[in-house]
């Protein structure tokens, strides 16, 4: 499939994360149920990927139950779908843009989704150009990037947030190496960045979480380049857990920490970064790796999805339509809107 979401014949299909990088499996889904559980499990996954499965979900809802004759249980699918998982704003938006338009039928809520797919694909691109430029700025030269979780073409339907910036570096012949880490307990880092990188041949090497930091410390990255998944007004940015880690050894390193992400991951409605909710995953991920136990059944663990960077740890935040140089005093207030770009299109969708 050209993307990692789409609606192709009646259904929503997405390739299903959880399987790779050993299998390329695609799933068919028609039922808000079947995609409610796929968000829950990570078959689908990233904030703006979460955003359009929203979105496509709000049709497989109306199609089920239309709001017009059936709004009661409508409101309580879609509330179903809103809540799977909590801290990617993007996932509340796709679903509210969807529920606005199916006030016209399904029809309308489709195209809204297809809308939504198409905005975030074109805003992927742009933060990749957008950020490849500051990157090189930063860096004066070819790159170094250390990266976490996964933040590809398949966090974002096509192209990326910070891998997209990488795989810019890469086809501007820019970049040295990507140093993506592992990702615990889910190992987006491990099973995923690697196989986007390895696909367009750029090279990578693969580090433990608790390396990137030792790492940074030792002159080993010139960079670090995150994704989001939400926001705050104040610039305080909730991502992956482990995000917050690498920013803090950056800033000891005096390494740039760069965040990249759509305008749809600003939350106008999120004041500081306290606000954010952190997804608790529960213990079963942290007791056991990939269905092997790593410590006896029952033990108890704290399994948060995300942490939140405060903004005086990031140098500068990258949208689809500005660069917000905080170490500059910007602030998202104080910078407009500007031009989305093209991006480098000819090097093609990762998948
Ligand atoms: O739990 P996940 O895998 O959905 O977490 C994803 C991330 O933290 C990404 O960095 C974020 O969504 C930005 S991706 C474009």
């Known amino acids: 499939m050209a993307r990692t979401i789409d609606w192709v014949d009646d259904a929503v299909e997405l390739i299903d994360q959880t399987r790779l990088p ?34 496509f979900g709000v049709v497989l809802a109306a199609r089920a139950h239309a709001p017009a004759t059936d709004p009661d249980t409508f409101g309580v699918e879609v509330a179903r779908l809103r809540n799977a998982r909590p801290t990617a ?25 297809r809308a939504l797919r198409d905005d975030e694909v074109a805003a992927s691109w742009s933060m990749s150009a957008y950020g490849a430029d500051l990157a090189e700025e930063l860096v004066g030269g070819a790159v170094r990037a250390m990266t976490v979780c996964n933040t590809g073409g398949l966090a974002a ?14 086809e501007r012949g820019r970049l040295v190496e990507a140093l993506p880490i592992e990702t615990r307990p889910l190992l987006q ?20 979480d608790s390396a990137g930091p030792f790492i ?25 857990i482990g995000t917050f880690s690498l920013a803090l050894a950056a800033r000891y390193a005096g390494v740039p920490f760069v965040i990249v992400a759509p305008e749809s991951t600003v939350d106008p409605g999120t004041a500081t970064g306290d606000e954010i909710e952190i997804e608790d995953r529960g213990p079963a991920e942290v007791i056991s790796v990939r269905d092997t136990p790593i410590a006896l059944p029952g033990t108890d663990a704290l399994n948060p999805a995300f942490d939140v960077t405060p903004a005086d740890l990031i140098t500068a935040i990258v949208t689809d339509r500005r660069v917000i140089r905080l170490d500059r005093g910007e602030t998202l207030a104080s910078v407009p809107l500007g031009e989305r770009r093209a991006g480098d ?5 990762v998948n």
């Open 157 to 170: 339907v096509e192209r990326g947030t910070a891998l997209g910036v990488i795989e810019e570096l890469h």
């Open 189 to 208: 880092g491990g099973r995923l960045t690697t196989w986007e990188l390895g696909r367009i041949g750029a090279p990578h090497r693969l580090l433990v």
């Open 22 to 55: 050993q299998d390329e499996v695609v799933l068919r889904i028609t039922q808000v149920d079947d995609l409610i559980d796929a968000i829950s499990r990570l078959a689908v996954r990233g904030a703006p990927a979460l955003g359009v499965a929203g979105a």
């Open 216 to 240: 940074l410390s030792r002159g080993g990255a010139d960079l670090v380049v995150a994704g989001a998944d939400r926001i705050a007004v104040d610039g305080a940015t909730a991502n992956k």
């Open 345 to 349: 299109r000819a090097g093609g969708a």
């Open 89 to 113: 704003v993007n996932l509340a938006r796709g679903v509210d843009l969807a529920v606005t338009a199916a006030a016209d039928g399904p029809d309308g809520a489709l195209a809204a989704a």
